[in-house]
C-alpha cells in the first residue's frame, strides 16, 4: 500500500471560463474567448463556444455535494476578473453573491477552496488595450487581486495568481491557440514580462491586504529531456528549461530571474523593456507555495539550422520524436509518470524545499461513451491507471524528502477546453450536454473516493 503524508489534499482543479457557463449573462463582460468565439467559431471544436460551459453558475450546489461524496477535501476553481470587474473597475454585486456562496458551499461540505486569479481569460476591455502587452495590466491586476482579497480573503486561504502563464503566452503570441494568435517571439517575451509583474504585484497586495492565508502561483512543468548528452543537446535542453520552467519558478520562489535567461534573452535580441524599482519588487515578493500542473514532457534536441536571433523557440531547442514514447492519442502527449518524479527532486534541490503540490495531471480521452457499463457508468480504468501510475512516482519523490502536500487531478466534472470544446473529456463525472448538463459518475470518480479515504491506494 502506498501511504501519502497526514493531510495530503485529494481534489481536482478547473477554472471559471472552462466550468461557469453563463459567460455573458448576470452583469459579466466579454472575454476574449466570448469576442473570438463571436468572430471566428469555426475555430472551436463543433462550434462549442464559452457560452454555457458546464453550467456551474447554477448547478454549483449539486457539484459541491458531489464533491464530498467522493472524497474531496479541496477544490480549486478560478474568479473570473470580467465578471467580478466587468470593466476592471466597478464591483459586480452577483459575482460577489455568486462567489461567497459557491465558496462558502464547499466549506460547508469539508472542501477547502484554492482560488486562482486568472486562468487564461484576458477580460476584453484590457485586450482592446493591447492585454498583457501593455504596461497598464499590471496595475489592472493588481487591484482586481486586491478586491478579490478584500471580498473573499475571509472564506479563501489560499489564493494562487495565475495558471500557466507561460500558456497564455506561447498559445497567444507563438502558436496561434489563444487570442490574438500571433507568432511574435519579442512581444511573446514582453507579455511575459508584464504577466510576471502582475503576479509579483497581485502577491505585494496580498501581503499589504493583511488578510490571513497564503499566497501561490500554478505553473505547468514539462521538464526537458534531450535526445543525447552531448554538449549541444544539453544546451537545447536547458534552454527550454529556461524558458518553460526557470522563467517563473525562479523569480516567484527565489526571488530574481535567472543570469543565463538574461544572457539567452540578450543573445537573441528579446529583452523585454523593464521599469526601474521591478527587480526590487520581485525580490521582495515571493510566494509561500507552488502548483506545478503536470501533463507532459519536453523531448528536445539541438536545432539543425539554428538561426540567431531566434525567431521563435525551435531555433534554441527543436523537437524530439523520442521511439520509446507512450503517447495518449486523443490529445498527442505523451505519457511519462516519472517526470513527476524528477520535479519532485527539483523542488527539493533546486527550490529550498518549498510547499508545493500537482496542482493539475490528468488524462483527455474523446468518445469516451463507448466505454459505459450496463449502467451507463463509463468504466474508464485507464485513467485509474494513468493516476496510479503518476502517483507511484510522486510518492517517490515525497518518500526521498519532497515536500508536496497533494494531488489534483485535472478534472471533477468534464470541463470546455478552449478551442477543443467537449472533444477530450477529463472529468471523474461526466456532463451529459443533450441532457441538461446532467452529472455521473465515472468508475474513477468511485475509485477516487477509496483513494483519498486511505489516503493513498
Ligand atoms: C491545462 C490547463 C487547463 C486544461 C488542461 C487540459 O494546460 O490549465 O485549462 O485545459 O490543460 O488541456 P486541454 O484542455 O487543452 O486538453
Not at 219 to 247: F, G, Q, T
Amino acid at each position: 500500500m502506498i501511504k501519502f503524508p497526514d493531510g495530503f489534499l485529494w481534489g481536482a482543479a478547473a477554472s471559471a471560463p472552462q466550468t461557469e457557463g453563463h459567460s455573458l449573462l448576470n452583469g459579466k463582460s466579454a472575454t476574449t474567448w466570448d469576442k473570438w468565439f463571436e468572430m471566428n467559431p469555426e475555430k472551436f471544436n463543433d462550434n462549442q463556444g464559452p457560452q454555457d460551459t458546464s453550467n456551474t453558475y447554477e448547478m454549483y450546489q449539486e457539484d459541491v455535494e458531489n464533491m464530498q461524496k467522493i472524497g474531496m477535501n479541496s477544490y480549486r476553481t478560478s474568479i473570473s476578473w470580467a465578471r467580478l470587474l466587468p470593466d476592471g473597475k466597478t464591483l459586480n454585486p452577483e459575482a460577489v453573491g455568486f462567489y461567497r456562496s459557491y465558496f462558502q458551499d464547499m466549506l460547508d461540505h469539508g472542501v477547502e477552496p484554492i482560488i486562482n486569479l486568472f486562468h487564461f481569460d484576458m477580460p476584453w476591455w484590457l485586450m482592446e488595450k493591447g492585454g498583457w502587452k501593455a504596461r497598464e495590466s499590471v496595475d489592472d491586476f493588481a487591484f482586481y487581486a486586491k478586491t478579490a482579497f478584500e471580498q473573499f480573503g475571509d472564506l479563501v486561504k489560499r489564493w494562487t495568481t495565475f495558471n500557466e502563464p507561460i500558456v497564455h503566452i506561447e498559445c497567444g503570441y507563438l502558436l496561434g491557440f489563444h487570442y490574438p494568435a500571433i507568432v511574435d517571439f519579442k512581444k511573446a517575451v514582453q507579455v511575459g514580462y508584464h504577466t510576471l509583474m502582475a503576479h509579483v504585484c497581485a502577491v505585494k497586495a496580498f501581503r499589504e491586504s493583511g488578510v490571513d492565508g497564503q499566497i501561490g502561483i500554478i505553473l505547468n512543468v514539462s521538464p526537458a529531456y534531450s535526445r543525447s548528452d552531448s554538449k549541444e543537446d544539453m544546451k537545447a535542453k536547458n534552454a527550454s528549461d529556461l524558458l518553460s520552467i526557470y522563467s517563473f519558478l525562479d523569480p516567484a520562489v527565489l526571488g530574481k530571474t535567472p543570469s543565463e535567461l538574461i544572457s539567452l534573452l540578450k543573445e537573441n535580441e528579446l529583452l523585454p523593456y523593464v521599469d526601474a524599482g521591478d527587480s526590487a519588487l520581485i525580490k521582495k515578493n515571493t510566494v509561500d507555495f507552488i502548483g506545478l500542473n503536470y501533463y507532459q514532457p519536453n523531448r528536445v534536441m539541438a536545432p539543425e539550422n539554428p538561426i540567431t536571433p531566434a525567431k521563435t523557440p525551435e531555433d534554441l531547442f527543436a523537437p524530439y520524436d523520442w521511439p520509446d514514447k507512450k503517447i495518449n492519442p486523443y490529445r498527442g502527449w505523451e505519457i511519462y509518470p516519472k517526470a513527476l518524479y524528477d520535479v519532485a527532486i527539483m523542488m527539493r534541490d533546486k527550490y529550498h524545499n518549498i510547499p508545493w503540490y500537482v496542482s493539475e495531471n490528468g488524462m483527455g480521452v474523446a468518445d469516451e461513451g463507448r466505454y459505459k457499463d450496463d449502467n451507463g457508468v463509463i468504466d474508464d480504468q485507464y485513467r485509474i491507471e494513468f493516476i496510479k501510475e503518476h502517483l507511484e512516482y510522486l510518492h517517490k519523490g515525497i518518500e526521498e524528502g519532497s515536500n508536496c502536500f497533494g494531488y489534483h487531478l485535472w478534472t471533477f466534472v468534464d470541463c470546455w477546453s478552449w478551442l477543443n470544446g467537449y472533444r477530450n473529456r477529463y472529468g471523474l463525472f461526466s456532463v451529459d450536454l443533450d441532457n441538461d448538463f446532467k452529472r455521473t459518475i465515472k468508475s474513477s470518480g468511485k475509485w477516487f473516493k477509496e483513494l483519498s479515504e486511505n489516503n493513498g491506494f
